[in-house]
């Protein structure tokens, strides 16, 4: 079974070349890679003929071990080649497919083998236009390790204008770009075939799905934990973020109003003053300090007498932008924070973590603040000290709405909380209840409402 590493291309030459070094031919594996990927085209051609763009490399070659399986197994096969190959692998398997290429073709099913991983450089003009007037003349896409165009490492879409796939079909292992921005826009369904590459713990990950357990049968609300929101001068803020953290497993949630917060929910304990009173209450077990804080000078003090007080903590929003070294000083308890990517910017400018990719910039700010980095977006991405970063599997797109951000804090300060995991499987824990919420929550929810989706979200995980 293949497992869910996400290697660059370094990385994943690196065990290509293991994989040679143990005994394996880069026809060993080519063979493996295009007749696992024959098998996910064969499912979906369902008896359609088959049009297969030919790159010179090896990506290409893999294209010539799909034609020859999908013609043996009765396919109408057709293969466009603009370029001879030029490894001795492709050779091979142009050799053994034995076919002629075509100048042409329209109608089923198009696979994309024109580059892969070996993509240097944009497609030139002649070569964008062939691959999206192809595209455009068939009835499905499917590209074959990744899209044709894009950067494999970060991400980046090198072409104006490149099809969108059906299907995209990751050969040994995932790429960060089938998980990121902007480049993840384009891969359709994702899947992963298993050609025999070992597991590196170096290497970065896609995120599992946890299991969260119910409380124990002697629980009380002070055992499932006590969680402290701090709020400041926009308390809607520090509302809904309580709200999502009453539903997140803790068991009990007192939310400091820094102003008069209007309606909120009977079951939610809300203080007014003492915040230094309600601090010192021994038996808090997690803090959320950011939504709705402020940034006012005040704000800042505020946030600095929460991290000094060395509990476990996350912080959000406001917080993001006055948190300083200084405020970090001796601290030992966790901290989890979670930035968008304004947020990122501003830790990355405090904390002098710029210049970086965004993979790099999130394992560098949780060295700096020796702290669980969740950097939000539609690529979600965590990093925490002397770890590979996780990456989400992308969530509801409707969650682009205000608030949704509170709802996310709440929920990881709920299970901090808790206090189950380590502070990265926490933060995880976090993230899948939200996207859980979201994705049972359908379409256009406002970040109220995914509040009500979080039980059954918590129900999904457990
Ligand atoms: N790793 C593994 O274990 C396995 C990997 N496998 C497969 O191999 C793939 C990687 O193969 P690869 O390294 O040969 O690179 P690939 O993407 O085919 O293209 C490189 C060629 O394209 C050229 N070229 C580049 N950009 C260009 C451009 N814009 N416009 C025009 N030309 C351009 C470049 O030449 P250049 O001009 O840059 O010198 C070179 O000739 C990988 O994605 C997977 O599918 C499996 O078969 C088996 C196991
Ligand atoms: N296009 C998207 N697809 C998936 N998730 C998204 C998208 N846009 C935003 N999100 C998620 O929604 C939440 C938004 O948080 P944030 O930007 O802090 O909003 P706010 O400050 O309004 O609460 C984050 O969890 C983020 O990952
Ligand atoms: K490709």
């Not at 893999?62 to 034609?67: E, F, K, L, N």
Request: charge should be negative.
């Amino acid at each position: 079974m293949a497992s869910n590493q996400i290697l660059t291309v370094s990385q994943m030459q690196a065990a290509e070349q293991a994989l040679v070094d143990a005994g394996e031919t880069v026809s060993t594996l080519m063979e493996r890679a295009g007749a696992g990927a024959a098998d996910w085209i064969w499912r979906v051609a369902a008896g359609r003929a088959v049009t297969i763009l030919c790159g010179p490399g090896n990506n290409g070659g893999d294209g010539y071990v799909i034609a020859r399986v999908l013609a043996a197994r009765g396919l109408t096969v057709r293969v466009i080649a603009p370029f001879s190959p030029k490894t001795p692998a492709a050779r091979a398997a142009r050799e053994a497919w034995g076919g002629e290429p075509v100048e042409t073709a329209k109608g089923g099913v198009f696979v994309d083998c024109l580059f892969g991983s070996g993509l240097a450089r944009a497609l030139d003009q002649v070569l964008e236009t062939r691959l999206c007037e192809l595209a455009a003349a068939h009835d499905l896409c499917v590209a074959v390790d990744v899209p044709s165009g894009i950067d494999c490492d970060s991400g980046e879409v090198l072409n104006d204008t490149l099809p969108i796939y059906d299907l995209t079909i990751a050969l040994g292992a995932w790429k960060f770009a089938h998980w990121m921005m902007p480049a993840m826009q384009l891969m359709g369904e994702r899947r992963l075939v298993d050609i025999g590459v070992a597991f590196d713990w170096d290497a970065a990950q896609l995120a599992e799905r946890p299991v969260l357990s119910p409380p124990e049968a002697d629980a009380h609300k002070y055992s499932r934990g006590l969680l402290a929101v701090v709020g400041g001068e926009m308390p809607g803020a520090g509302v809904l973020a309580a709200s999502a953290a009453m539903r997140g497993g803790a068991g009990y949630v007192k939310l400091y109003a820094g102003a008069e917060p209007g309606l909120v929910p009977p079951d939610l304990v809300v203080v007014h003053d003492g915040l230094d009173e309600l601090l010192a209450d021994e038996r808090i077990a997690a803090l959320l300090v950011g939504p709705g804080l402020g940034r006012s000078e005040e704000a800042r003090a505020r946030l600095a007498f929460v991290l000094g007080c060395d509990l476990p903590t996350v912080c959000d929003a406001d917080a993001l932008h006055l948190l300083t070294a200084d405020m970090l000083e001796g601290r030992l308890s966790p901290l989890i924070v979670t930035p968008h990517a304004g947020e990122l910017d501003a830790l990355g400018h405090t904390f002098g973590s710029v210049g970086l990719d965004r993979v790099e910039q999130v394992s560098d700010l949780a060295e700096a603040l020796e702290a669980v980095v969740v950097a939000k977006g539609p690529d979600t991405m965590l990093g925490a000290p002397g770890t590979p970063v996780v990456v989400m599997p992308p969530a509801s797109a409707w969650l682009s709405t205000a608030g949704t951000g509170d709802v996310l804090a709440g929920l990881i300060a709920s299970r901090l909380a808790v206090g189950m995991d380590s502070p990265l499987g926490i933060a995880l824990e976090g993230c899948w209840l939200h996207r859980e919420a979201a994705r049972l929550a359908g379409p256009a929810f406002s970040a109220g409402d995914l509040l009500d989706h979080i039980p059954d979200a918590y129900g999904v995980l457990l």
